[in-house]
């Protein structure tokens, strides 16, 4: 007699709670729709006044973030309790992008700078990647670029419940963006890239177990390198753009000057891996000065830095690829 496996269900509990969350991201997505700007606002800070209270963990965690980029004299815990609300508002926006933004919008409550840059970019014929971090409303900036014309492909790192997931990349692509799963990206977004289009990442978090350890806000870090690779590969340069909050919440956008990958094209290894993390540095020194300038902003809600048994680790594996890449070339 046969082994018989039963197939696997979601157990009625964990479908609760993916349920529970969908509903009420979709409660939250209705009343700051319904409800006038000012009062989502404010139903939005006091929730997050709730979250801030209550979570210890993401409280302590942008506390501790917070302490490891600001001078010693600062009022912590006011700092910690405005990310959060910040993070509030942020949700208000983004749920009501799909309805809000519109010339008229753009016109009342954004103004951009250098905006020239992204025009250049298109005449050149080579695209551009947009890197920004998870600071001021990075998803209200895409759909603002959208709305004026610019063709932007977005990597999204998906959400674990599907439900959840299909809501959020809805709200993004009823704007006209083009969001592609990180584990689908490569290929899609050097299609886009090819055709003159734009593609968007966020360059301050590493989702997967792929990049470069640097120095980052005065720490080691674990950084991604997709924006770098991107542009090695096709030429296209890295503009950094960042969206940020004013204080009568409306909105500047930040378009930084291009970064151009060297034109010389190198097949040694070693050789394009140090041109790759040239052109990383470059890019996150902005990044950087723009998260020194509006900290509060800056919506990191996890332990950023590698610890010093995570660093070795990183650098072992770093010694045995490297290793292994010497002998499967011959050179041991």
Request: with cysteine; hydrophobic share 45%.
């Amino acid at each position: 007699m046969g082994l018989t496996i039963q197939p696997r269900c979601t157990p009625k509990g964990y479908a609760k709670k993916i349920m529970f969350k969908y509903l009420a991201y979709k409660f939250g997505q209705f009343w700051v729709n319904y409800l006038p700007p000012r009062v989502a606002y404010s139903f939005a800070v006091f929730m997050s006044d709730l979250h801030y209270y209550f979570s210890f963990r993401d409280r302590a965690a942008v506390k501790n973030n917070l302490k490891a980029i600001l001078p010693s004299d600062e009022n912590w815990d006011a700092l910690t309790k405005e990310v959060f609300r910040n993070f509030g508002k942020y949700l208000v926006d983004f749920f009501r992008m799909a309805r809000s933004v519109d010339q008229q919008y753009i016109q009342e409550n954004v103004t951009i700078k250098n905006q020239e840059a992204l025009e250049r970019m298109k005449q050149e014929g080579k695209g551009a990647v947009l890197i920004s971090a998870h600071l001021g409303n990075w998803e209200l900036g895409g759909a603002i670029l959208s709305h004026l014309g610019f063709q932007i492909t977005a990597i999204a790192l998906p959400h674990k419940e599907r439900p959840v997931n299909d809501l959020f990349n809805q709200q993004r692509e009823v704007k006209g963006l083009m969001v592609v799963p990180m584990q689908n990206a490569i290929r899609k977004c050097m299609q886009a890239l090819r055709n003159n289009q734009f593609v968007a990442v966020v360059a301050d978090r590493n989702f997967g177990t792929h990049g470069h350890v640097l120095d980052f806000l005065g720490k080691k870090a674990l950084m991604p390198n997709g924006a770098a690779v991107f542009s090695l590969k096709t030429g296209a340069p890295i503009v950094p753009i960042f969206i940020i909050r004013n204080a009568d919440d409306s909105f500047t956008v930040f378009i930084e000057d291009p970064i151009y990958p060297p034109r010389a094209s190198q097949s040694a290894v070693e050789l394009e891996e140090k041109v790759l993390v040239l052109i990383m540095n470059r890019y996150l020194r902005i990044v950087e000065r723009f998260i020194k300038r509006y900290p509060a902003q800056w919506m990191m809600f996890r332990r950023y830095w590698l610890t010093e048994g995570e660093l070795n680790q990183e650098n072992n594996m770093i010694q045995s690829l490297s290793a292994s890449t010497q002998v499967s070339s011959g050179r041991i």
